[in-house]
């Protein structure tokens, strides 16, 4: 099961540097797909917000693994986090009734890994 975890916080990082490099280098392009476009100030921001957070949650993910009394605390925050983006993005979704293939992709990847968490950290406990 450590294994599987390790394993979990690193792709789960992965996911996050990857994103937040993307958005860092072009947060236009990447989130234009989803129609937020903004003004120069706006790209800073979402450079700033999206990119620099995708890029410290996944400086912390890969701390987490590397660090045995760290991987409960990272998958929490995985689960955590990815949860609260879904049960966001959904909210949004019913709110609005606006519903794109970005959405999908990025509600699989979400409540996948608040799925894969829960079971991290629940095959401790069995």
Do not use: Q
Request: with cysteine; net charge positive; charged share 10%.
């Amino acid at each position: 099961m450590e294994r599987f975890r390790i394993a979990l916080l690193c792709l789960a990082g992965l996911g996050f540097l990857g994103f937040g490099l993307a958005i860092v280098a072009a947060p236009a392009a990447v989130l234009g797909s989803v129609g937020i476009t903004g003004t120069t100030a706006g790209l800073v921001e979402l450079r700033a917000f999206y990119g620099g957070l995708e890029l410290g949650l996944a400086a912390f993910l890969f701390a987490c693994a590397a660090k045995p009394a760290w991987r409960i605390p990272g998958l929490w925050s995985v689960a955590l986090v990815n949860g609260g983006i879904a049960a966001a993005r959904l909210l949004g979704i019913g709110l609005t009734g606006e519903f794109t293939g970005f959405f999908a992709g990025a509600l699989v990847w979400e409540i996948g890994f608040t799925l894969a968490a829960i079971v991290a950290l629940r095959a401790g406990k069995a």
